[in-house]
């Protein structure tokens, strides 16, 4: 079994957003970055894949250097290799060719992702990746299960879930069910000593993308919160009904 | 020129959010010039076909087969945009929309935003609104591809009617059957309840109620006002709600006219997923829970005590 997970580097959930350069730029100072959270279900499904198949986890990310320290985190979690592609990330299309062109001939029979990046949320990198490849995608992955060639998944309809069969290779992409929280793998100490000399090699990233993120703004700050007092709930039904007017 | 828009349907039934993504493909053809042409494909009687007009469909194409599998969809979308010379095509916010758009884009060399929540702001360039960073922020994107996909963030861009009486056309179109590798199963739906994202009003709660033997009190504050239900994070995690319940960063984005929070804390990563609704009630004993600052109307007070209350005042409302 030979695994690719994406990893992208992302900012920590907790961090409050601004922006730099007359709102051009997404504010990085201070910002701890971290692998995208549903990126972090793919990889630890892939783990617990390769333990029980065998075979090998290689991770790729599009990024500059400063998205090191989070490769060496999927390193210590476990991935046996890394590759990063060398670029300035600035729309799906260029990540989705990047890691395509990587994967094309190298043979993976799983390609996983996370549903999306919880920074630009385009959850379009896994169905483009698959297309330029030719294969099946399935977004948001929800849960797989290898049987030889082929693959048993659960993606999530509107109003329930979907059970599918897709022969290997094909793009999954992950979230929570993948592995459920608690299978959520840590780095330990024995894993971050590892990761120091795991191998990561640098290509350079050379494919365009056609958007363009040119600016960026906070959502409207909201006016103060009317108190309503908790012996008078008919007070802020009546809010709702005729102020609101929402009910 | 027309623009395209993707009308998605189960079982031979358009959603909300189907004739959302024919309302934004109404104004923005208002804007750009031309027609709305909206794309079903699977059997749909024409009368169903025909209340696309309402929000501005000129005129309906009806390809056979279903539109479950997405790379037989994209490859559906992607002739009928050659062949009509389409510029823009738009999906509502739906998986399957998510899933089929980009493999769309690949084929038509298009550029695509996902996560939008306006019109265009001009139209050369192309620069639509998004939403990033998980509702936290909004981002203007320039779109620089002869064709555009633009994917709508659910109940951003609302139902506007914009009457017009869609032409009713039956093509018998195939997807490639390449994707044949692709099986579907089975279907497990989860029980006649409201769909959570296209849900107008959303009850939700928190680890404040203390375990799942209160949620009844939850479910019938949801029934009386006509609500979806929904929770925080750790209370999907321990078990006392369904993971699909899930809202926030990590979980699922809301946008409904009205969301009540109850014993949630108001977390940044809760918040996020919940910023673009409406109005927002916050019930918490707390005066200083964080979520009094997202809030347009707050109690404090112990949620076991209020939500029976609320859900009388509110039955007495609808008589
Ligand atoms: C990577 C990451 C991702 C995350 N993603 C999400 C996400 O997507 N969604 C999400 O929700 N969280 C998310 N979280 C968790 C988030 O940080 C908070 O821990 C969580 O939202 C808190 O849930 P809560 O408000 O239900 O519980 P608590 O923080 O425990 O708050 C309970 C609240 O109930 C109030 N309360 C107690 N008793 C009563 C009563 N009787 N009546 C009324 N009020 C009462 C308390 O005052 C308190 O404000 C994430 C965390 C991480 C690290
Ligand atoms: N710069 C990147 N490098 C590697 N993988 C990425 C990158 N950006 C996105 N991805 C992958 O694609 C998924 C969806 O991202 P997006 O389409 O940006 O929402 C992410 O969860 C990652 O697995």
Redesign the pocket.
């Known amino acids: 079994m030979k695994i690719l997970v994406c990893i992208s580097s992302v900012p920590d959930?907790?961090t409050k957003i601004t922006f730099a350069d007359g709102n051009t730029k997404f504010n990085t100072a201070g910002v701890q970055f971290v692998i995208n959270?549903y990126d972090e279900f793919g990889l630890s499904r892939a783990m617990q894949l390769k333990e029980t198949l065998g075979g090998n986890v290689t991770t790729v990310t599009v990024g500059r250097a400063d998205t090191e320290p989070v490769i060496r985190k999927a390193l210590a979690i476990g991935a046996d290799d890394a590759v990063r592609i060398d670029a300035d990330p600035m729309d799906s299309l260029q990540v989705a060719t990047e890691i395509a062109n990587y994967a094309k001939d190298k043979g993976f029979d799983l390609i996983i992702t996370g549903r999306e990046s919880i920074d630009y949320n385009g959850g379009a990198v896994p169905g483009m990746i698959a297309e330029i490849l030719g294969i099946n995608s399935v977004s948001p992955c929800i849960k797989i299960d290898i049987d030889g060639n082929s693959a048993t998944l659960q993606t999530i309809i509107d109003g329930g879930k979907e059970v599918l069969k897709s022969a290997l290779p094909l793009v999954a992409a992950a979230q929570k069910g993948m592995v459920e929280e608690s299978e959520l793998r840590i780095p330990n100490m024995r894993g971050i000593m590892a990761a120091r000399s795991k191998p990561l090699e640098v290509i350079a990233g050379s494919a365009a993308g056609n958007a363009k993120f040119n600016s960026f703004d906070l959502p409207a700050p909201k006016a103060a919160c009317k108190m309503v007092s908790a012996d008078n709930v008919e007070e802020l039904v009546n809010l709702l009904h005729t102020e609101a007017k929402v009910i | 020129m027309s623009v395209l828009v993707f009308a998605e349907n189960w079982d031979g039934a358009f959603k909300k959010s189907t004739y959302e993504g024919v309302a934004y493909a109404a104004g923005l053809a208002q804007s750009v010039g031309g027609n709305v042409t909206a794309v079903v494909i699977g059997a749909v009687s024409a009368e169903t076909a025909a209340t696309l007009g309402k929000y501005g469909a000129a005129k309906v194409l009806q390809f056979d087969g279903n539109d479950v599998n997405h790379q037989a969809t994209a490859t559906i979308l992607a002739q009928t945009a050659t062949a009509a010379g389409s510029k823009y095509v738009v999906f509502n916010g739906t998986w399957k929309s998510k899933s089929t758009a980009p493999r769309l884009a690949i084929k038509l060399n298009a550029a695509i935003a996902t996560e939008v929540v306006e019109l265009p702001s001009t139209n050369s360039p192309c620069v639509v609104k998004k939403k990033t960073f998980s509702g936290k922020a909004f981002a203007h994107v320039e779109l620089n591809a002869e064709v555009k996909i633009i994917v709508l963030s659910p109940n951003a861009y609302g139902i506007k009617e914009n009457e017009l009486s869609a032409a009713f056309e039956k093509t018998s179109g195939t997807g490639s059957d390449k994707d044949a590798s692709l099986q579907h199963v089975e279907y497990q739906k989860t029980s006649g309840k409201i769909n959570l994202t296209e849900a107008e009003l959303v009850v939700s709660a928190?680890?404040?109620?203390?375990g799942p033997e209160n949620w009844g009190m939850i479910e019938q504050l949801a029934e009386a006002l006509g609500a979806a239900t929904a929770c925080?994070?750790?209370?999907a995690d321990i078990g006392w709600r369904p993971h699909h319940e899930?809202?926030?960063?990590?979980?699922i984005a809301v946008a409904p006219n009205l969301y009540i929070a109850?014993?949630?804390?108001?977390?940044?990563?809760?918040l996020?997923?919940i910023s673009s609704s409406k109005k927002i009630v916050v019930?918490?004993?707390?005066p200083e829970?964080p979520?009094f600052k997202a809030a347009d109307y707050g109690i404090v007070?112990?949620?076991?005590q209020i939500v029976p209350k609320l859900t009388e005042a509110i039955k007495k409302l609808k008589g």
């Open positions: 959930t907790t959270p | 928190g680890r404040g109620m203390k925080s994070k750790p209370v899930h809202v926030g960063q990590t979980g109850i014993g949630i804390s108001g977390a940044i990563q809760h996020a997923g019930i918490n004993t707390d829970a979520f007070g112990d949620a076991l």
